[in-house]
């Protein structure tokens, strides 16, 4: 079966210091697409970054970036600078074409950040 | 504003009541897809829709039924409710399926079956 774990139910980060949140997934494809998701207390999804499995280089969006380790089947999420409105659950996800498509998702992590 | 609007936000209801979810999007999207979400287990499709008339079973889709007569609706439909079908509810919306396309979600609906 396909899985996305996320080891991590809570982790916690000072202000304005750096965070990793843990991701690993199962997959024998070699075509994939990994995502990570903010939840905040408002409940609504938010696509944070994206990365194409055939793609070396680490996806980077302003603040957030991932460290993706192919063979080792990790796909990190590196939060810097941490804000309050970084406060959020996280969800990480593939997307499989050979798979229907569907988007798997990680048990999530909850982000609490300290003023 | 492209959006994704589900309704309603908040449903209580009573086992065996019949009851629909609506989800309606904005935006042409072809793929449409609903998923619950319940502490631990993430998010876990119910089903998913390619286009009009075409949907297909996600990983927990017993208890659930859909329809996609126009591209920018995708109801859920849960015929008798039961207790275990207690949770949070998102529509979401993709432009296709394939490729790194994020999908775009709508606000959830909290159903509690009582």
Known sequence: AQTVTQ???????????????????????????????????????????????????????????????????SFSLKISDSQLGDAA???CAYR???????LTFGGGTRLMVKP | EAQVTQNPRYLITVTGKKLTVTCSQNMNHEYMSWYRQDPGLGLRQIYYSM???????????????VSRKEKRNFPL????????????YFCASSPKPQGTYGYTFGSGTRLTVV
């Open chain 1, 7 to 73: 080891s991590q139910p809570e982790m916690s980060v000072q202000e304005a210091e750096t965070v990793t949140l843990s991701c690993t997934y199962d997959t024998s494809e070699s075509d994939y697409y990994l995502f990570w998701y903010k939840q905040p207390p408002s409940r609504q999804m938010i696509l944070v970054i994206r990365q194409e499995a055939y793609k070396q280089q680490n996806a980077t969006e302003n603040r957030f970036s991932v460290n993706f380790q192919k063979a080792a089947k």
């Open chain 2, 51 to 65: 286009n009009v008339e075409v949907t297909d079973k996600g990983d927990v889709p017993e208890g659930y039924k």
């Open chain 1, 89 to 91: 659950m996280y969800f």
């Open chain 1, 96 to 102: 499989i074409p050979s798979a229907g498509n569907m």
């Open chain 2, 77 to 88: 439909i849960l015929e008798s409710p039961s207790p275990n079908q207690t949770s949070l």
